[in-house]
């Protein structure tokens, strides 16, 4: 049995009578991959925080080599070596690779003379400690998403790191980044280091972890050694449940289409794209970050203006210049960046989920309905099982997960005829996503047609009645219903995006989505 290094002892925190933590207790040992598990809102970023010393527990203690603090401060965490790698990095974008990675540790150490030659050595041993080539003047702001997620593991273990927190890091990054990533921290744990790893993705957790705790509304459920678990019981320890994610049959009766693409192009973004969506229809969209999926989904919301082709909505030639236009054609998109797409943090549950029906809501005055407001909100947050303390909670105090079932829902009130949705689960727990398709399943039910764009081949399968692989900005394979019923469909699809040079030709496989 490995020694421990940190044990956090009966920690709870509360916001507004709402226990963030309730009583828990988890030990890091020395030189192991701990994962933490558990729905939206669970409490594993309020955990992670109070280890860091940014967040201080109502009660609890802290153990770090047999000293027990009541809180810390950001600055004695570091001390002890924890190490916090956030969603955002939190790096310097204007500054270079050196920088960001020396910086931390001179501004701890109060050096004042800038010193190049050591500046330049301490961040080269860094790279080399995880074998990363980096130009070490290269400025953050230039580097690919997957490069500064490496900058910043190469900050904390600049700042000789013990333990190093990685809230999520896997979010923005292509399957080929996200295994040398693991790799990489594999490789730190053998050196010794201690690392917690916060994921919602199934495989990465199995594949990554010694131990999983597991968070489940603010309680741990339990400790477990990743080979008494699988995903299925993990799924439960996790909800509660046995969740499920059923198959979508679409069941509309109107095949009149509702939006056909025909040899849309914009240069150097996507060309010859040409595809039918019918109500009814929920149509995938695969492809790696970089195959041009999100620049057509812009374009078909008025964000990426178009270079040629035709657009047809109800078999009517139609223009989509702006975000006006796509939304007066009953379009509505679920952006792949929520946070800066998405979101006014500042204001309430109510006023953002409300913010895109703001005319629906005006009263003769001019006056918003107040009441009205509120009862929208409140039958969004029911449906979509949005954690919050209620629908006037600042958004910004909802967890990551909850905060995208907000934006999710903000839509959804403008009743939209055609949903564009851009990877809507990245960051969502196994819970909610099997309320999220139930509600795209609902809403397709109910005559609206959809566009799902994801990575997760699980998610197509389980909720798309066709389907169109993407690749370098090109169709590559499209997929009508009763081939994505066939049994061999998800090794045929994993096969064609593993070597999209070698598939059928374009126009036949787009016969079968419906292209007429
Ligand atoms: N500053 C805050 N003010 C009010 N409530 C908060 C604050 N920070 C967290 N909470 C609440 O505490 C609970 C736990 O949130 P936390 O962010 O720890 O969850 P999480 O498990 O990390 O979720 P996710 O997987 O969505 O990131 C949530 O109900 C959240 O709304």
């Known amino acids: 049995m490995l020694p421990p290094i940190i044990s956090a002892k009966n920690i709870t925190k509360s916001y507004m009578g709402v226990k963030a933590l309730d009583d828990v207790s988890v030990t890091i040992n020395l030189g192991e991959i701990l994962c933490l598990a558990g729905e939206n809102g669970s409490g594993k970023s309020t955990f992670v925080k109070t280890i860091a010393g940014v967040v201080t527990p109502d009660s609890g203690e802290i153990l770090f080599d047999d000293t027990s603090y009541r809180k810390l401060t950001p600055i004695q965490a570091i001390d002890m070596g924890v190490q916090v790698i956030y969603q955002d990095l939190s790096l310097f974008p204007h500054m270079s690779v050196a920088e960001n990675i020396v910086m931390n540790r001179m501004v701890a150490t109060r050096k004042r003379l800038v010193n190049w030659k050591e500046i330049n050595r301490i961040a080269e041993e860094q790279l080399q400690r995880i074998q990363l080539s980096l130009d070490l003047r290269a400025s953050v702001e230039s580097l690919s998403v997957a490069n500064r997620q490496l900058v910043a593991i190469c900050r904390a273990l600049s700042q000789n790191a013990k333990v190093l927190f990685m809230d999520e890091p896997t979010t923005a990054l292509t399957k080929k980044e996200v295994d040398r990533l693991l790799s990489i921290v594999m490789d730190l744990k053998a050196k010794g280091l201690s690392v917690v790893f916060i994921s919602h993705k199934f495989d990465e957790i199995f594949e990554i972890s010694d131990q999983i705790t597991i968070f489940r ?300």
């Open 217 to 516: 509304e603010g309680k741990k459920t339990g400790d477990y050694a990743v080979q008494d678990l699988d995903h299925k019981s993990l799924s439960f320890h996790m909800t509660g449940r046995q969740v499920e994610f059923p198959r979508y049959k679409r069941i509309a009766k109107d095949d009149t289409p509702l939006l056909e693409v025909r040899n849309l192009k914009k240069s150097g973004h996507y060309e010859n794209i040409n595809f039918t969506v019918r109500r009814g229809d929920i149509l995938g969209i695969i492809g790696l970050l970089g195959s041009g999926r999100t620049e057509l989904a812009l374009s078909l919301f008025g964000l990426n203006p178009i270079d040629s082709g035709e657009i047809r909505i109800k078999g009517k030639p139609s223009k989509i210049a702006s975000p006006a236009d796509a939304v007066g054609h009953g379009i509505a998109l679920l952006p792949e960046d929520r946070h800066s797409q998405g979101l006014f943090m500042k204001q309430s549950v109510k006023e953002n989920i409300s913010s895109t029906i703001h005319d629906q809501l005006k009263m003769t005055a001019g006056f918003i309905d107040r009441a009205k407001q509120t009862e929208v909100a409140a039958n969004y947050v029911s449906k979509l099982r949005i954690r919050t303390h209620d629908v006037d909670t600042p958004i910004r105090n909802l967890s990551g997960g909850n905060q995208q079932k907000a934006v999710i829902a903000k839509w959804v009130v403008t009743n939209p005829e055609l949903f564009i949705l851009d990877t809507p689960t990245v960051g969502i727990d196994i819970g909610s996503k099997s309320e999220i398709y139930e509600q795209i399943h609902s809403f397709t039910a109910e005559n609206m047609g959809v566009i799902l764009i994801s990575d997760e081949l699980d998610e197509i399968m389980a909720n798309c009645n066709k389907l169109l692989i993407m690749y370098d900005g090109r169709i590559v394979e499209a997929l009508s219903e009763e081939e994505l019923e066939k049994s061999d469909a998800r090794e045929y699809i994993l096969r064609v995006m593993s070597s999209p040079g070698q598939t059928s030709d374009q126009a036949n496989s787009q016969e079968k989505v419906g292209v007429s």
